[in-house]
Each structure stands twice: as structure tokens, then as C-alpha cells.
């Protein structure tokens, strides 16, 4: 970010003036894009530059969605990648309306997260909407229920080609069963990347397993 600050004076005839900018105090704000932030300030006095500080760089912040998915009514619970927290610095949502996903997963060390409130504790099916590039199969996944808790528990599945990072597929890789009520964490993250990049994935859905094995 760089703050600059004008001040132009009517009578001053050291320095042309620019148009608009007499007898006022103008403040600019430019904000850098990249994964570091410059901030600066400088102070120009009728067109001449008298101060000016260095700027000092900070690490951006990382991409933080505080949101809490409530179970619905039939006890399934819908995590949308738009809903997940992202830890790292190359995945993404991509909001586009043929995209609609988590993408450019192509570093190992990132990872989405969901935290849900669970009313209705059970064992659920973990169905994954996921889509996969020609030729770019064979990543492994892992999935981790509760992952800042002592009693965590893990899935894993390998990513399938699809046909296209965003021709998804729904796959069931497992089960996770949720002994309590309140508020859990769901952690994705590769264990290995095989290609370019590990998946798409647009949601994930926890389904309801009946007592007979059977989907509720």
C-alpha cells in the first residue's frame, strides 16, 4: 500500500500547478496485489517531493472465511468450497459460474478447511464433487475430521481424471462417524501431488448413514 499526500499552494512559484489541486489535500491509496503489501507515505508540497518514507513490506494475510455450516433438516451437511477457509498461498475459489471451485490446488502445503455445527451426531458418507484434468490423475488426498483435536480422524482417496478440471464427478470415499454435537473441522490437503495440480473440488457433502447401512 502507498498513501501519498499533495498539498499545492495557489501563490507558489516554484512549481507548476496541476489542475484541481489547489488549496487541498489530496490522499491516494494504491494497494499492491501480490502476496506482499508495501506501505508508504510521501508529502509533496506544490509539485516538490520534500519527504518521502521507505516503504515497509508485510506478509498478506491469509485468506480467512469465518463461517460456520449448519447441519440441514435431513442431517446432511453441505461444505461448499466457496465456505472454506484456505491455508496456503496458490489455491483458490474460483467464483466463475462454469467453475465454481476450489482450483489451482497445485501445492502440497495447501489445504481448505470447513467448520460445521453438527445437531445430530451419526456416521455420514463423505461424498466428494470432484473434477480432474486429462492426464492429471493419480494425486493422493487426504482428509481429516477434527484435525486440531487429539481424536482425529482421517480418509483418503486418490484423484480420479475426470475429463476436465471442471467436469465433476460425485464420489463417496468413506465414512466418518461424529460421536458430539457442536462445531467440527474438516481439513483437505494433498499428501502427494502427481502432475501439474492435485484436483477441482466444488463441495463436499456428509450424507446420513442409516442404521442398516443404507443412506437416510
Not at 484456505?86 to 471451485?101: N, V
Not at 467440527?184 to 463441495?203: E, G, M, S
Request: some cysteine.
Amino acid at each position: 500500500m502507498l498513501y501519498r499526500l499533495s498539498y499545492s499552494l495557489e501563490d507558489n512559484p516554484t512549481s507548476a500547478r496541476a489542475p484541481g489541486n489547489t488549496h487541498q489535500e489530496i490522499v491516494e491509496m494504491h494497494q499492491s496485489t501480490g502476496l506482499t503489501a508495501s506501505i508508504g507515505l510521501a508529502l509533496i508540497l506544490g509539485g516538490t517531493n520534500l519527504w518521502a518514507a521507505p516503504p515497509a513490506h508485510r506478509s498478506a494475510a491469509p485468506t480467512e472465511r469465518p463461517v460456520v455450516v449448519s447441519q440441514a433438516d435431513d442431517g446432511s451437511i453441505l461444505l461448499s468450497g466457496s465456505d472454506a477457509a484456505i491455508r496456503g498461498t496458490t489455491l483458490r475459489w474460483e467464483p466463475e459460474e462454469k467453475k465454481r471451485t476450489l482450483g489451482f490446488w497445485t501445492k502440497a502445503s495447501d489445504a481448505a478447511e470447513w467448520r460445521f455445527a453438527v445437531r445430530t451426531p451419526g456416521t455420514f458418507d463423505v461424498e466428494v464433487l470432484q473434477g480432474c484434468g486429462t492426464g492429471q490423475g493419480g494425486s493422493e488426498m487426504g482428509v481429516v475430521l477434527d484435525a486440531d483435536q487429539p481424536r482425529a480422524t482421517a480418509l483418503a482417496f486418490t484423484v480420479e481424471d475426470t475429463g476436465g478440471f471442471q467436469e465433476f464427478r460425485p464420489r463417496v470415499i468413506g465414512r466418518l462417524t461424529i460421536d458430539d454435537d457442536g462445531e467440527h473441522l474438516l481439513r483437505v490437503q494433498p499428501k502427494t501431488i502427481a502432475k501439474t495440480a492435485a484436483c477441482d473440488i466444488r463441495q463436499i457433502r456428509l450424507v446420513p448413514v442409516a442404521r442398516n447401512g443404507g443412506r437416510e
